[in-house]
């Protein structure tokens, strides 16, 4: 089984001796154009998610630096979709919003979100499924993860 309307995209390096340069996102690639961008530092352990957005705010995941295991359910059919990105598989990953999402961090890591809607504290969109619901428990690396509050409430 696919989660429907997940994409891949890979990113490209273009390498000289000072570095190198990667375009990370393109609107006009997406299926709708983002609209606000956040980054987040997480240290190896950490399982932010599984988060998922009723009014239909889509993610595009990057990671910038180290590696993450992006983690998908689709909360219909339950097909899920999980992938190792950053440092040594360079893509990034665009998940509709009316799928639980969330990643983990095998690594110490920076993680870009783009998101199709801006976050709106006084009437957020933002609704949880339990990092170790049996449709994807066995889909981590841990079974020991560090926890927000809000990602460990039952």
Known sequence: MTVEGVVRF??????????????L???????RPT?????SFSRKGVIRGLHY????????????QGTARVVVLDRETGATFTEDIGDDNPVAI??????????E????????Y??????????????????????VAHLWSTTTPILSARDAAP
Do not use: K
Not at 35 to 39: D, H, S
Not at 105 to 112: Q, R
Not at 114 to 135: A, F, S
């Open 53 to 64: 957005h009723e009014r239909g705010q889509d993610d595009l995941f990057v990671c910038l």
């Open 25 to 31: 996102r393109r609107d006009s690639a997406l299926p």
């Open 35 to 39: 609209v606000q961008t956040n980054l």
């Open 94 to 103: 665009y998940v509709p919003g009316r799928n639980a999402h969330g990643f």
């Open 105 to 112: 961090a095998l690594t110490d890591l920076l993680f870009c």
């Open 10 to 23: 890979p990113l490209r390096r273009f390498e000289d001796e000072r570095g190198w340069f990667c375009e």
């Open 114 to 135: 783009h998101v199709t809607e801006e976050y709106d504290p006084d009437d957020p969109d933002e609704h949880g499924i339990p990092w170790d619901d049996d449709r």
